[in-house]
């Protein structure tokens, strides 16, 4: 792979790390506010959501320990993350926003210059942790909409195969060999049951 220093992938990488990072204690805190408003599989979902957080960010920040051209180098970033502790209903919502963002425009967006300034693996990366962020994005707009409409103990099942590491999706007959996301083997998937 080609140096990252003065990149700015190096630097959306960075971005990335600390995002997934203030997420896995951000989902920790909702989720002992979960659990103490009563919502313990919610508090769950926000414990094992934060776990894939930190995971990604554990992706994000290998590709720039793994660079020869970075030891000791300060890379700069400016960027914002929102704070919203509130009730479970605020906080489903506010990690729903987080997720869709990181969905939507802000991974796309860090694959296309990685793609360009020739980190394809980089850019794959994000490509496919963004799709996680939508599942992650999907799961909270379920849960807020079983808060709202009071049926958050009905359950419906799905036959998707879940990564247990880092989050990943995949609907198949039998699960991957490897995670494609992080490379676990194929021991880490489970039939993904959404009960909520």
């Given at each position: 792979?080609?140096?990252?220093?003065?990149?700015?992938?190096?630097?959306?990488?960075?971005?990335?790390?600390?995002g997934e990072s203030q997420a896995t204690m951000k989902y920790t805190y909702y989720a002992s506010k979960a659990k103490k408003e009563g919502y313990v599989q919610i508090s769950n979902i926000f414990t094992e959501t934060a776990g894939n957080e930190k995971e990604h960010a554990k992706i994000f920040l290998?590709?720039?320990?793994?660079?020869?051209?970075?030891?000791?180098?300060?890379?700069?970033i400016n960027a914002?993350?929102?704070?919203?502790?509130?009730?479970?209903?605020a906080n489903l919502n506010s990690a729903a926003n987080?997720?869709?963002?990181?969905?939507?425009?802000?991974?796309?967006?860090?694959?296309?210059?990685a793609e360009e300034e020739g980190f394809a693996d980089i850019a794959e990366s994000f490509r496919i942790i963004a799709g996680i962020e939508n599942h992650h994005k999907e799961r909270y707009r379920?849960?807020?909409?079983?808060?709202?409409d009071g049926s958050v103990f009905k359950k419906e099942n799905s036959t998707l195969?879940?990564?247990l590491n880092c989050g990943y999706i995949y609907e198949g007959a039998v699960a991957p060999e490897k995670c494609p996301a992080c490379n676990h083997p194929q021991g880490y998937f489970e039939i993904l049951s959404e009960n909520y």
């Open positions: 792979m080609k140096n990252l220093k003065g990149t700015k992938t190096a630097e959306n990488l960075l971005k990335a790390f600390a290998k590709y720039l320990l793994e660079d020869e051209s970075l030891p000791d180098t300060a890379i700069d914002g993350y929102a704070v919203a502790l509130g009730d479970t209903k987080g997720e869709e963002e990181e969905w939507d425009k802000l991974y796309p967006a860090f694959a296309k210059v379920k849960l807020l909409a079983n808060i709202e195969w879940k990564c």
